[in-house]
């Protein structure tokens, strides 16, 4: 048995499109919301399924594409595996990326999580799912490809040895690349300004969640 396809609505619902429209600070998840259907498409999803297929047991009981989305999810403000499962149950903004609107089941386990980022990792499609988000930011005209390839230039992930652990390194490198997504969406908004330059966090407090 093989890891399905996943296939979220392209479009947004009613109540999905009150859920952005409440979202003030953390434009990422808006972002992702809107191009997860070309950020992880066929291609993509293929890749990632092919990470299973070495393996006839330990198969994911969803499709690798959400938990793609969730790693990029928890990268960004470096929460652990227990709160992204906590966030999936909690965190409407989570619930809104990963197509699992008020559910009161986690769509996945820690294991499933943790077992994905490690396949993820050793075959390096940590640098493909980078270099998309790169690519739909282009494509998108919503964020500056520049701003998003200099934030990554500086990355180990780049470099031919790994140093850190590669949990770390995928974590460093996402970051940097989510960060500029949020900051370049807040100054497309209008909100930018001296002084401004702060980091916008998906775990910002004071936002909370809708």
């Keep these: 048995m093989q890891p399905v396809l996943w296939q979220p609505a ?14 003030r600070k953390a434009k990422l998840f808006v972002f ?13 999803q293929h890749e ?5 297929r070495a393996s ?18 928890q990268a960004y403000p470096g929460v652990s595996d227990d709160e992204v499962i906590e966030a999936t149950l909690m965190d409407r903004r989570w619930q809104l990326v990963l197509d699992c609107l008020d ?17 993820l990792i050793a075959a390096h499609l940590d640098r493909r799912l980078i270099e998309r988000t790169i690519e739909m930011a282009n494509q998108s005209q919503a964020f500056g490809s520049r701003a998003l390839r200099a934030a990554l230039d500086s990355s180990p992930l780049w ?30 908004a209008g909100r930018s300004g001296p002084g401004s330059r702060r980091r916008t966090g998906l775990w910002d407090k004071s936002e909370g969640s809708t």
Excluded: C, W
């Excluded at 392209?10 to 979202?23: A, G, P, Y």
């Excluded at 559910?103 to 396949?119: E, H, I, N």
């Design 103 to 119: 559910t009161d089941q986690a769509p996945f386990s820690k294991g499933t999580l943790v077992g994905f980022r490690q396949r």
């Design 159 to 188: 470099g031919a040895g790994r140093v850190e652990d590669t949990y770390n390194l995928v974590g460093h490198a996402l970051r940097k690349v989510m960060r500029v997504v949020a900051d370049r969406a807040s100054a497309g």
């Design 48 to 52: 990632l399924a092919d990470l299973y």
């Design 10 to 23: 392209v479009d947004l619902s009613e109540q999905e499109e009150q859920i952005v429209k409440r979202i």
């Design 32 to 44: 992702l919301r809107k191009q997860r259907h070309e950020l992880l498409d066929e291609g993509l």
């Design 56 to 73: 006839e047991r330990g198969q994911p009981p969803i499709a690798p594409a959400q938990l793609a989305l969730a790693t990029i999810l």
